[in-house]
DNA sequence: GTGAAAGCGCTAACAG
DNA sequence: CTGTTAGCGCTTTCAC
């Protein structure tokens, strides 16, 4: 058959006349051999094409060189460029990462992780799902000894470490700047308030309107989910309840896009009618009409924090005391929310 | 030491007074353990916690249950959504998955390989760079008896299969909507001809043109890549050049968009100016302004299929065919090129 | 039905 | 500097 099984360390160790030991080694730039040598056995197996087994290495030395990566979700611009950051990081660090995608699944995430455990992964980093509440596997993990990072969406959770962006303050620049802008009248789709960005992103909202004396109507922070669908239904009941808010501010972009969606439906105007902001930035934010002013979330910065923090925690797995990086957003406005109140309403005269 | 060494068979073998091929068995359902030890097996298993060991389970059984991907990018529509839709058809199946980001760098690409083959997985499939144009790491891999599948960006190379959309036809389609428009001066923004798709969606543009008789200047058929920067270099020489075409068909939507900022930064207007239609959508075409026509590829599709492929190519390793399969494409039609051209001129007077 | 023996491919610890 | 000895934790024969 061709599929002859894989070429091993012993059968380039045969071909030189050296133990498999010496091999192992001089692959592996163990100091304990030669220059020759070492030069020599690269050079067969090279030759030969030796493909090192992982799982045979790992299992004697009980490292893998991995980190295990749970997301709720792939194609959303917050965690494509997330998870390309993790990789990027990863990869200049010289470890793998195994990614899975709970798909805002409680049970996937929880299989996922037993399988990254399985896996004998070094470390994990994790961003749970809309739903996710029972600590109980994650216990698992710390049980096990394995590094655990949280980024973005949270666990409260002693023992481990978190990286997230200030969801609060962003959201209360966001709010702050329409304040100024003149309007009064805020409504949130604030997504859920169970999971640290949602509830987080809806204090910062309260803290803008208590700083500025501005009431709070209950019918307008509306909660719904992270989606588009849910800026779509959102803004529709807003709608129906016949009592429109001037300003809008959106959890996730994909909420506000669920909200032009139904703007444009409706047949009314950004900003004439309703104004918006979001939390969250995306490659098209600007290309889309009127461009979408936002808070800005690094997510690059985001992923270089999560995977350093892990790999920091794998080296000195002893000492380690969890850490918990908040890391700043910046506003970026572009066409809404950028025109004064009082000169919108002139214009629409 | 809280740290203590993970659980093996051995540990609950001991528990439970049978011999760790018992537990082995009973854990994996092998029939030839009764029902009652089995349950017990698992019950105890369950309540000590015990997380099996896949390097050592798939060291011994040279299988690991995992598909390698490569892909050059994360953080763009059109992968990301078959990133997607490969974890979720792997993950049906009981498959998992490897992904590694190449950035689009053939170093990385093949160190990444590499290090799938290192990982034994049982199946790769690979969407290559830009830029890749050595095959000597796929020989390798080949050489190795692993599967192997190109999606979407592929290389030619027998004994290996293939899933791609219909790169040719879709661009055919959409050019022929544009001619029958009213358009002539047709342009292509068409990336690099060296890849299958560039060369493909090229292939389509000029089917079409010779199709109804027009001709193919070669100052409008430019290449410079699949990113935004492409577009917005490409439309800006076009401008510089004082002979702008009717319509644009942009080999990517990230290329449309970097249409589309350097139209609004020169002034001009889409339609009036210029008209474009792309290749590839994305969650956002939609919401820009104006809403931007496209070629749509099934990306879920393209994913279910390269899954399906590799996983039965593993299952029947010595009776496979490669397989091409090309998968259609159809036109969304939003509002650049929708206006009969000679509507569009009275309007613009 | 169950288990003892052997080995997957590699590395760690120690001896030479 | 090099090699021997023992596993890593699991699965695979093949007896019993």
Known sequence: MNKKSHLTLGDIAKQLNVSTVTVSKALRG????????????????????????????????KKSFAIGVVVPKVAHFFFSSLIESIYDTAFHNNYEIIL??????????????????????????????????DRAIFEKVKKQGIPL??????????????????????????IEHAINLGY???AQLAGYPEINIGLNRYLGFEDAMKKYGLPINRDWVIYGGFGED????????????????????AVTYPVALGVYAAVDELGLKIPG????????????????????S??????????????????????????????????????????TCSVFKKNLEKKSI
Do not use: W
């Open 184 to 186: 009064t009248k805020i």
């Open 294 to 335: 936002c808070v800005n979330q690094p997510t690059e910065k985001l992923g270089n924090i999560a995977v350093e923090m892990t790999l920091n925690q794998i080296k000195n797995i002893d000492s380690f005391e969890p850490q918990h990086i908040e890391v700043p957003t910046e506003l970026i406005l572009r066409e």
């Open 30 to 61: 163990h100091p304990d051999i030669s220059k020759e040598t070492a030069q020599l056995v690269k050079k067969v197996a090279q030759e030969l094409g030796y493909t090192p087994n992982y799982m045979a290495r790992n299992l004697s030395s």
């Open 273 to 292: 009618d309703i104004d918006i902001m979001c939390f969250g930035n995306s490659d098209v934010n600007r290309f889309i009409s009127p461009s979408l």
């Open 230 to 249: 849910a800026g779509y239904n959102g803004f529709m009941n807003l709608y129906k309840s016949g009592n429109l808010p001037e300003f809008i501010f």
């Open 149 to 174: 990072t949280f980024v973005d969406r949270v666990l409260d959770m002693p023992g481990t470490s978190t990286v997230t962006v200030d969801d609060r303050g962003g959201t209360f620049k966001a």
């Open 100 to 133: 899975t995608v709970s798909q805002e699944n409680v049970e996937r995430e929880i299989k996922h992780i037993e399988s990254l455990l399985a896996m004998r992964v070094d470390g994990l980093i994790v961003s749970v799902t809309q739903q996710t509440r």
